[in-house]
């Protein structure tokens, strides 16, 4: 459908969905990081996650806002950043970046 040969081999997961919340696509450290779940594209995000959480996805879309959080789990720190992506100045759809942070991270303020 779209041409994302640029992030294929980011050391990021990267997963993208359209404005229905149907994967479109997913780069190697998405699929690796999800195979549990087998091949996702094309399917609902609705069907992988609670009604709270699709409300928020759903929001995003409509409003064209982000959200990012950290989590951790199996002693992996991640940062995940859930964004629009815009085509012909309108929403298109999420972009979420799942991004393995260090255990310990330097935090630095710029003025």
């Known amino acids: 459908m779209y041409n994302f040969d640029w992030a294929e081999e980011l050391s990021c997961a990267v997963t993208v969905c359209d ?3 149907v994967i479109q696509w997913q780069n190697l450290k998405a699929v690796k990081t999800f195979e549990s ?6 399917k609902s995000l609705k069907d992988c996650h609670t009604d709270k959480t699709w409300a928020m996805i759903c929001q995003m879309i409509e409003k ?14 991640k940062l995940i950043h859930q964004t629009p992506w815009y085509k012909d100045g309108a929403v298109a759809g999420l972009v979420e970046f799942s991004i393995e942070l260090p255990s310990e991270m330097p935090h630095f303020k710029r003025d």
């Open 37 to 42: 779940y087998g091949n996702v594209v094309g």
């Open 64 to 77: 064209g806002t982000s959200n990012s959080y950290t989590i951790e789990k199996n002693g992996i720190k």
């Open 19 to 21: 404005k229905e919340g």
